[in-house]
């Protein structure tokens, strides 16, 4: 989704462009069709530049890297309100050309704002929301003059969740305003800025203030003023420091993020297991589920898969009652049927998912109390808004397709179902973990090279796992199909006779998960496709049944509940990637696809 940068420094750089696109670059993985940059000079000039395509397009063409500057605002657009073109790319500024600003997120009253402002004499110059924002303050401010004031009067006036950057080209600094999309202000030597994602302030400073829903901050290069939307009230913040690896915001040696993090996997597993184990957090948030009445785990996307995969290892491991929701259907279904003493878990790796907020917006107005998360990047929304957290610890996923992020997840719960059981036995299991993993990649890699080599030129490829390996399946599905663009579909295994058959031709490739608990449910799955002459691929533990009915098998180093389906992902997800790299696709950002999903 569309990323914001504003930035003020102390004096004109020559150099603004390039800080400013050093920025841009940190925030392309959320996904956009246009960019645009603005700079501000200490004569109050304005230089804007944008238009639909790449940021290097744009940079071609426009030569971004080039604009001078005190202050600087940057805008990556992935299209909602108005079609991606030159006059809805980002930065807009107002009917005089005084104010300039960018927004992330959508105002859902845009339509009905450009017929009242038009009327009263504004020209729009395109139909996208962030002009709305930028209009709408404009009407404020020519009344009184009042930036601060006019900002305020904006909030009650736009509707929707967004977030934006706004500056006055002929006074000082600059604001920022979060009203349901990120935002996070950084705090350098010489500069303040503020961006819709840490990643992109991290490497210009780790000293960072969290921000609220409600909140609006008017920062110049060396301080910054917190205040209440609805009263006005000045709030004070300490700035916190970022102790993360910001290495992960860097490809390194990888050709691409996806096969980076991939890789990372063993080490983001250690950590995390090493929390699991040594911590006291883990502990009292499992003493605390364990005494609710039952748990609904929400979340879109990987983050419903894990939490799919979670339940299946709170129920087993834990005897806890755990119903996995997909974020989206939460309210129409469940509503009506929760109790007080009920907890709920919001899973999401970038803790900003507009569905999965509409749940927690959901359960708070009606006070449900138990709130919990899931969630990889701290100071996030839900990060923010929930009572207890379970941290991801998989640092920064800069690559769109969730890969260490969902393995985290999932090793998450299966710390918290070993938590919730007496002698906590799933932890001996849990420790063996990222060797396992690292086994994985290093023995299997080779293997799936060729396989993807082989595959590449299907149009459909179907995945099926039984029990706790059907997530797994269905977040194998959804890998291919997000950076391969091959239609990938995923069944409960017992399900394929049930229609699913009738697709198989000779030599269609069917991919199944398999585990030595309950082979004999896979192998009458493989026959029904083997005797159409479909084309056999397992992903299994060792089982010499299994092997003697395969074309290819693809050993999973362990047995066992949790390791069967953690494994059986991680090869997957380097059948994905290499479908991706024969097919001459860039996995790391694929089409119409966005990182932060913040919009209904
Ligand atoms: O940030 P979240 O985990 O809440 O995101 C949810 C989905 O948008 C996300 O998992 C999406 O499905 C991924 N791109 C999958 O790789």
Same mark, same amino acid.
């Given at each position: 989704?569309?990323?914001?940068?504003?930035?003020?420094?102390?004096?004109?750089?020559?150099?603004?462009?390039?800080?400013?696109?050093?920025?841009?670059?940190?925030?392309?993985?959320?996904?956009?069709?246009?960019?645009?940059?603005?700079?501000?000079?200490?004569?109050?000039?304005?230089?804007?530049?944008?238009?639909?395509?790449?940021?290097?397009?744009?940079?071609?063409?426009?030569?971004?890297?080039?604009?001078?500057?005190?202050?600087?605002?940057?805008?990556?657009?992935?299209?909602?309100?108005?079609?991606?073109?030159?006059?809805?790319?980002?930065?807009?500024?107002?009917?005089?050309?005084?104010?300039?600003?960018?927004?992330?997120?959508?105002?859902?009253?845009?339509?009905?704002?450009?017929?009242?402002?038009?009327?009263?004499?504004?020209?729009?110059?395109?139909?996208?929301?962030?002009?709305?924002?930028?209009?709408?303050?404009?009407?404020?401010?020519?009344?009184?003059?009042?930036?601060?004031?006019?900002?305020?009067?904006?909030?009650?006036?736009?509707?929707?969740?967004?977030?934006?950057?706004?500056?006055?080209?002929?006074?000082?600094?600059?604001?920022?305003?979060?009203?349901?999309?990120?935002?996070?202000?950084?705090?350098?030597?010489?500069?303040?800025?503020?961006?819709?994602?840490l990643?992109?302030?991290?490497?210009?400073?780790?000293?960072?203030?969290?921000?609220?829903?409600?909140?609006?901050?008017?920062?110049?290069?060396?301080?910054?003023?917190?205040?209440?939307? =609805?009263?006005?009230?000045?709030?004070?913040?300490?700035?916190?420091?970022?102790?993360g690896?910001?290495?992960s915001?860097?490809?390194?040696?990888?050709?691409?993020?996806?096969?980076?993090?991939?890789?990372?996997?063993?080490?983001t597993?250690?950590?995390l297991?090493?929390?699991?184990?040594?911590?006291?957090?883990?502990?009292?948030?499992?003493?605390?589920?364990?005494?609710?009445?039952?748990?609904?785990?929400?979340?879109?996307?990987s983050s419903?898969?894990a939490?799919?995969?979670?339940?299946?290892?709170?129920?087993?491991?834990?005897?806890?009652?755990?119903?996995?929701?997909?974020?989206? =259907?939460?309210?129409?279904?469940?509503?009506?049927?929760?109790?007080?003493?009920?907890?709920?878990?919001?899973v999401s790796q970038s803790g900003e998912?507009?569905?999965?907020?509409?749940?927690?917006?959901?359960?708070?107005?009606?006070?449900?109390?138990?709130?919990?998360s899931f969630v990889n990047v701290p100071g996030s929304?839900i990060h923010?808004?929930?009572?207890?957290r379970f941290p991801i610890m998989s640092d920064l996923e800069?690559?769109?397709?969730a890969?260490k992020t969902f393995l985290n997840q999932?090793?998450g719960?299966?710390?918290?179902?070993?938590?919730?059981?007496?002698?906590?036995?799933?932890?001996?299991?849990?420790?063996?973990?990222?060797?396992?993993?690292?086994?994985?990649?290093?023995?299997?890699?080779?293997?799936?090279?060729?396989?993807?080599?082989?595959?590449?030129?299907?149009?459909?490829?179907?995945?099926?796992?039984?029990?706790?390996?059907?997530?797994?399946?269905?977040?194998?599905?959804?890998?291919?199909?997000?950076?391969?663009?091959?239609?990938?579909?995923?069944?409960?295994?017992?399900?394929?006779?049930?229609?699913?058959?009738?697709?198989?031709?000779?030599?269609?490739?069917?991919?199944?998960?398999?585990?030595?608990?309950?082979?004999?449910?896979?192998?009458?799955?493989?026959?029904?496709?083997?005797?159409?002459?479909?084309?056999?691929?397992?992903?299994?533990?060792?089982?010499?049944?299994?092997?003697?009915?395969?074309?290819?098998?693809?050993?999973?180093?362990?047995?066992?509940?949790?390791?069967?389906?953690?494994?059986?992902?991680?090869?997957?997800?380097?059948?994905?990637?290499?479908?991706?790299?024969?097919?001459?696709?860039?996995?790391?950002?694929?089409?119409?696809?966005?990182k932060t999903?913040?919009?209904?």
């Amino acid at each position: 989704m569309c990323g914001i940068f504003g930035i003020v420094y102390s004096e004109e750089k020559a150099d603004l462009g390039k800080h400013l696109y050093k920025a841009a670059e940190r925030l392309v993985y959320r996904g956009y069709d246009s960019a645009g940059f603005a700079g501000i000079s200490e004569n109050g000039a304005v230089d804007l530049r944008k238009d639909a395509g790449k940021l290097e397009e744009v940079d071609k063409h426009l030569n971004l890297r080039e604009i001078r500057g005190q202050r600087g605002i940057v805008q990556l657009r992935w299209a909602t309100f108005g079609i991606p073109s030159k006059e809805n790319a980002q930065p807009h500024i107002d009917c005089k050309g005084r104010l300039v600003s960018a927004h992330n997120g959508n105002v859902v009253n845009t339509a009905e704002l450009i017929r009242e402002l038009s009327s009263r004499g504004h020209t729009f110059r395109g139909d996208n929301d962030g002009e709305v924002v930028c209009h709408t303050v404009e009407d404020f401010f020519n009344r009184d003059n009042n930036l601060d004031e006019a900002i305020r009067k904006a909030y009650r006036v736009l509707k929707g969740d967004y977030a934006f950057v706004i500056a006055d080209s002929r006074g000082k600094g600059m604001f920022a305003v979060k009203k349901g999309s990120s935002l996070f202000m950084g705090i350098g030597e010489g500069f303040i800025c503020a961006s819709s994602d840490l990643p992109s302030i991290l490497q210009f400073t780790r000293r960072y203030v969290h921000l609220y829903d409600g909140e609006y901050v008017e920062f110049d290069h060396s301080k910054f003023t917190i205040k209440s939307l =609805e009263t006005g009230e000045k709030i004070e913040r300490e700035p916190e420091v970022y102790s993360g690896d910001i290495s992960s915001a860097e490809k390194g040696e990888f050709p691409h993020f996806m096969i980076k993090e991939i890789m990372e996997q063993p080490s983001t597993a250690r950590t995390l297991i090493t929390y699991i184990k040594e911590s006291e957090e883990p502990r009292e948030f499992a003493r605390e589920i364990k005494k609710t009445r039952r748990t609904y785990v929400i979340g879109s996307g990987s983050s419903f898969h894990a939490s799919l995969m979670g339940t299946y290892f709170l129920g087993r491991i834990a005897g806890k009652l755990a119903i996995p929701v997909v974020a989206g =259907e939460f309210i129409e279904r469940f509503q009506g049927l929760l109790e007080s003493k009920d907890s709920f878990i919001l899973v999401s790796q970038s803790g900003e998912t507009k569905d999965t907020i509409n749940v927690l917006d959901f359960l708070q107005s009606k006070g449900y109390e138990n709130l919990y998360s899931f969630v990889n990047v701290p100071g996030s929304t839900i990060h923010l808004r929930t009572k207890k957290r379970f941290p991801i610890m998989s640092d920064l996923e800069i690559s769109v397709a969730a890969t260490k992020t969902f393995l985290n997840q999932v090793i998450g719960f299966a710390g918290l179902a070993s938590l919730m059981t007496p002698g906590n036995p799933g932890l001996k299991t849990l420790e063996k973990l990222p060797e396992l993993i690292e086994t994985t990649l290093k023995e299997t890699e080779l293997q799936i090279r060729d396989l993807a080599s082989e595959l590449k030129d299907f149009n459909s490829l179907y995945i099926l796992g039984y029990g706790e390996n059907y997530p797994a399946a269905l977040e194998g599905a959804l890998k291919i199909k997000e950076v391969s663009y091959i239609h990938g579909e995923a069944y409960y295994s017992t399900e394929f006779k049930h229609g699913p058959l009738a697709l198989i031709e000779p030599d269609q490739p069917v991919i199944f998960i398999s585990s030595n608990s309950h082979p004999e449910k896979i192998i009458s799955a493989i026959n029904e496709v083997r005797v159409r002459r479909g084309k056999i691929i397992s992903v299994s533990n060792e089982n010499p049944s299994i092997r003697l009915n395969s074309d290819v098998f693809i050993p999973i180093a362990e047995d066992g509940f949790f390791t069967t389906p953690i494994l059986s992902v991680v090869i997957l997800q380097l059948l994905a990637y290499y479908l991706a790299v024969e097919r001459g696709l860039n996995p790391d950002t694929p089409r119409n696809l966005s990182k932060t999903i913040t919009v209904d």
